[in-house]
């Protein structure tokens, strides 16, 4: 049996309410003390939670209300990385982000002080009884040969199989402290498996750089599953395989086929997995991660937080019903594909919009589980 089975789950990233992004920004202009910052947040978080109990979830997230972006945050609050301002910023398919990076500048390890604690103990102090606290995190792959962000690593470290196992104990103490904290359920946000379906795609011609990119995606099976490795047996692990969301907009495409042999090797609970529009692919290659993995979780990201527009119930049923042709009905959950606000500017929709999404994905667990 799966740990945390309740069909009907959530990323985690909510748009951010108009007063926390009023007093975020008076915070950063020196108008309003961390002390207020912090009492306006866990006003809104409190309400959110309210929100989503009442939409039928029984996982619920902070929203990320105290961060502002959905991995950088996280980052730069471990010990032996610091953020800074990079030349470029993030090219999404018409937008562009913030410049803001993360870079290693010593040793990496957990930070007891991380705030992330702080906000988490919070939430679980506002969760109704019989309702989950969800932990999202970024995952370590996001500094393994991205964006610049571990290219001093041998700066601080004799070989690249330090810097993956400092990288990875950093990790594995996060997750024990946070599971020391009352946390059950633990979910690492990923990236790089979209951007290396984008590269194996483009590259498929160079056999160099696949078998570089190749390199990455072992490195990547390897600091995640020795991070996971021998955390307590009651703690759900899971993960979401995220082709990136800024402003309703993406930045990478392709189906998983390429990386569907590595993401069977990693060691998680649940897979939420991006399949929202034609980018995705097809179902195929679930069953390359539930023939290595059996018994996990694979929460189908059927309905876009990108938009507004309600998809067909109909539709995304007979789509539930394919996928079980290639994993039980029972190992499978239905999500919106991503957070509604990855970063906090959110995406082009309404909160009253978010609601709607979840109050569907409600109707249509109903309607396929019965429960």
């Keep these: ?34 002390e207020d910052l912090l009492a306006i947040q866990d006003e809104l978080v409190a309400d959110l939670v309210k929100h989503q109990v009442e939409s039928g979830l029984r996982v619920v997230s902070d929203g990320e209300f105290g961060r502002s972006w959905w991995h950088l945050d996280f980052l730069w609050n471990l010990t032996g990385f610091e953020a800074y301002q990079q030349e470029d910023s993030y090219k999404f398919h018409g937008a562009k982000t913030r410049t803001t990076n993360v870079r290693i500048v010593g040793k990496i390890t957990e930070n007891p002080n991380h705030p992330f604690y702080r906000d988490f103990s919070y939430l679980k102090s506002v969760t109704p009884e019989g309702v989950t606290p969800k932990v999202t995190i970024p995952s370590p792959s996001l500094v393994i040969k991205r964006d610049h962000r571990s290219d001093l690593a041998l700066d601080h ?155 067909d119930v109909n539709q995304v049923v007979a789509r539930i019903k394919e996928a079980s042709q290639l994993v039980p009905l029972e190992n499978l959950a239905l999500s919106t594909q991503c957070g509604f606000a990855s970063t906090e500017e959110g995406n082009s929709l309404t909160q009253d919009d978010q609601w709607k999404k979840l109050r569907l994905i409600a109707s249509i667990t109903e309607k396929v589980w019965g429960k």
Excluded at 157 to 181: M, S
């Design 1 to 34: 049996m799966t740990k945390i089975q309740y069909h009907f789950d959530h990323v985690g990233s909510y748009l951010r309410p108009a007063k926390l992004k009023e007093a975020r920004e008076q915070y950063a202009a020196g108008d309003l003390s961390h």
């Design 157 to 311: 470290y004799e070989t690249w199989k330090d810097y993956l196992d400092g990288l990875a104990k950093a990790y594995h103490d996060t997750i024990q402290h946070f599971y020391d904290l009352g946390a059950r359920y633990v979910q690492l946000d990923d990236t790089t498996w979209g951007y290396l379906i984008q590269q194996f795609e483009d590259y498929k011609e160079d056999p160099d750089k696949t078998a570089e990119l190749a390199s990455i995606a072992e490195d990547n099976v390897y600091t995640i599953n020795k991070a996971l490795a021998g955390l307590p047996e009651d703690l759900t692990l899971a993960t979401h395989v995220c082709r990136g969301n800024f402003k309703s907009t993406y930045l990478f495409e392709g189906a998983y086929d390429s990386v569907a042999k590595y993401l069977g090797q990693l060691n998680y609970d649940n897979f939420f997995l991006e399949y929202d529009d034609a980018r995705s692919g097809s179902f195929a290659p679930l069953s390359q991660i539930w023939n290595k993995r059996k018994n996990v979780e694979i929460v189908l990201g059927l309905i876009t937080s990108k938009d507004p527009a309600l998809e």
